[in-house]
């Protein structure tokens, strides 16, 4: 038991040490400190209240006809720095949540709202999300390859969370879309040789679009893992108990309740009906949290 104690600890700490948050862009400086600089107008890319997905602040992106040159229309902030630019071999996770507003316009032409740039002079990025007429998308645009496609709601948050292995010759990406996988390690060059990556976001768009725009952003964080980047992902809820079982209050894994004995499980230890010894697998911090009185409890019960 005192073996099985010291493995649960050396694992919930050692898993601790792993979480790599690189960097956040989330906006809660109440500002745009956190990313390296803009292209466009500052004025159009404002820190607001609300609407925002978590915390207190998130990004007001907003585009008028004309207002910007540059082949088109844009107002994005971007994480140009070498500490931060995508290079072969990288391997990253990004997580955030974008909202298109009910009077969101959509033609049937192309709407960039967070890309990674190459570092090249010209033509389009390796990869970038963008809304096309009624849809949104993931593009490769070196090869116009539509990666992924789902149709455009707006007025709800979506969340986005994306694994890319950066490389010009070996890539790929995974995807998550609204906490369903929808991408499972797609194939694809995400680098341009000799290039490196940089993200972009905002909206940017074909300067035919004459109708106004506001995109918001919000919750930006690149790590190592999922675990970093969307915590809830990576550890599902638990499955349902197994038949026979006897489901604990707090909503714990299942106890045969003819084995007995005590469970620790969530922040509680149960006492069960007959006279042997039992504990869930439980919640690693609930255990930690516990170990010293659920373990003098143990070994008093235990003991033949």
């Known amino acids: 038991m005192r073996l099985l104690a010291l493995s649960v600890l050396a694992f919930a700490f050692s898993t601790a040490a792993s979480a790599n948050v690189l960097w956040r862009g989330d906006y809660e400086t109440g500002d745009l400190s956190q990313w390296a600089g803009y292209e466009g107008l500052l004025s159009r890319l404002t820190v607001v209240t609300s609407p925002v997905r978590q915390g207190k602040y998130a990004l007001r992106t907003e585009l008028h006809q004309g207002e ?16 931060f630019n995508e290079v072969e071999g990288n391997d990253k996770w990004y997580a955030w949540s974008t909202m298109f507003p009910s009077d969101f316009p959509a033609p049937n032409t192309w709407q960039v709202f967070t890309q990674w740039h190459h570092s090249g ?6 990869l970038e999300f963008d809304v096309f007429g009624e849809n949104i998308r993931l593009d490769h645009t070196g090869s116009s390859t539509i990666l992924w496609s789902t149709p455009l709601v707006r007025g709800v948050w979506h969340d986005f969370v994306v694994h890319v292995f950066w490389s010009s010759t070996n890539g790929y990406v995974d995807l998550y ?3 369903t996988k929808v991408l499972d390690h797609k194939e694809v060059q995400t680098l341009y040789a000799g290039e490196f990556a940089y993200l972009k976001q ?9 109708q106004v725009a506001v995109v918001y952003h919000d919750g930006m964080v690149m790590g190592t893992s999922l675990a970093d980047v969307a915590p809830a992902l990576a550890a599902p809820p638990p499955p349902p108990p197994p038949d026979g079982g006897t489901d604990l209050p707090d909503g714990g894994a299942s106890v045969d309740p003819t084995d007995g004995g005590i469970a620790v499980k969530g922040s509680s230890i149960y006492q069960l009906p007959s006279g042997g010894c039992a504990t869930g697998s439980g919640n690693v911090l609930a255990i930690i949290g516990l170990l010293g009185g659920a373990f003098f409890v143990l070994r008093r019960r235990c003991r033949r």
């Open 202 to 210: 905002g909206l940017y768009r074909d300067a035919s679009i004459s």
């Open 121 to 126: 002079c010209c033509g389009s990025p390796p």
């Open 177 to 179: 879309y609204d906490g």
């Open 68 to 83: 910007v040159a540059n082949s088109g229309t844009r107002n994005e902030v971007e994480l140009s720095s070498a500490q």
